[in-house]
């Protein structure tokens, strides 16, 4: 990758107590099912996926965030249960709310007219909102051991997504770069 760009992506990342609980579920594929790449990056429910940027105009990317952002609310997510991607990736499952698929909707849309930033997979499938607690280092064996673990499992939380979260890649995690308010 060309050394004056970074990897950034943008999501709603979850309170710290969620965020908590979540991250034991992602040590325990750790820990039983030798699935660690997921402990990469924060909780998140990803809305902008991965794109480069200039470091050097990384502020332009900061203030359309702000300027976005400070036309939106705060919009309510629920967490229910898992769900998979199978063969591979084992999920908390989010519930597609009107609120959450314009949210996105409208960031990707704002991204690609104010920045030209385009994920064309994501412009070719629909939004699966998730909080991905076990990634593609999953191999099949243990993705159906764990699937069998944890398809019934409960988790049930419900929070108010107040903030956009940019991150940034610094070569082996993903960090929080900025957060911007949901305001109005």
Known sequence: ?????????IALLPPQEIQDRA???KQYFADCYNSRHAQKSPPHITLQPPFEWAID???VLVESLRDFASTRQSIPVTLSGFDAFSPRVIY??????PELLALQADLMNYME?????????SKGRPFSP???VSFRDLTRQNFNAAWREFQARSF??????????LLIYDGS???????FKLEI
């Open 156 to 165: 049930q939380f419900e929070f108010s997504a107040d903030a956009l979260t």
């Open 23 to 25: 991250n034991e579920i």
């Open 57 to 59: 105009s990384v502020t």
């Open 173 to 179: 995690r993903w960090n929080i770069y900025s957060e």
């Open 92 to 97: 908390i499952n989010v519930l597609k709310t």
């Open 113 to 121: 007219a104010s920045l030209g930033i385009v994920d064309s997979v």
């Open 1 to 9: 990758m060309d050394k004056s760009k970074k990897r950034f992506f």
């Open 130 to 132: 998730h909080i991905t």
